[in-house]
């Protein structure tokens, strides 16, 4: 998460490696999420690339349940 933060940060690149099934996914737009959130002006547009649809609509569906958490737990819209 740190090193993401840090991409982030700076406006560089970064890379996230590790296993299957280890949450990525997850990790990745829950950060990207709040950073959105936290600054709406430098943030505004999240471009996600993948291999195959199957992999996009996951995505989808976990960036749809994290905004939903956003929104009921933070109350946050």
Do not use: F, W
């Not at 505004?44 to 291999?51: F, M, P």
């Not at 989808?60 to 933070?74: D, F, P």
């Amino acid at each position: 998460m740190q090193e993401l933060k840090r991409g982030l940060d700076h406006k560089g690149h970064c890379i996230l490696e590790m296993p299957s099934g280890t949450g990525k996914t997850i990790t990745l737009l829950s950060l990207i999420i709040a950073y959105m959130k936290r600054y709406p002006d430098q943030y505004n547009k999240l471009v996600y690339c993948s291999r195959t649809v199957p992999e996009i609509e996951k995505v989808m569906s976990e960036m749809k349940r994290l905004i939903a958490y956003y929104e009921k737990e933070l109350n946050e819209k």
